[in-house]
């Protein structure tokens, strides 16, 4: 039997620093490292920095060279999972949040009535912390709660 490669997904967080953003540093995780890209959400702030949520797929070891490539051109890769946090103790499973999920992290389980949330597809746009009226919802940074 082959041993046939595995596909890996994983959505991160990628900050660039000025003298970055305006590279085709993502387009290479494709031409040079053999992964697949979607863009999640991205914005240069006025200083030239740029922000962007992706979900890149392909074979780890691929996935290790080239998130290993981004930070050696200076761009910050924080897995998104990381970034929203849900407290359960809070959710009051309205669905509300279901609503405006665009990766659809949240939805409703129609046997069990809850919300379920899937930090592994989760793009943390934040849609989910302006709309949860418990505020069970929240966006964590690296170093703790924005």
Known sequence: ???????????VYLTFPPESSGKPLVCDLARVHGLSFSILKAQITPRQEGQMTIEITGEREAYKRGVAYLQEQGVGVAPVAQRISRDEDSCIHCGMCTALCPTKALAVNLESRLVVFDGEVCSACGMCT????????????ENGVM
């Open 1 to 11: 039997m082959e041993n046939q490669p595995t596909t890996y997904r994983k959505v």
């Open 130 to 141: 302006k709309v949860c009226p418990v505020k069970a919802m929240e966006i964590l940074l």
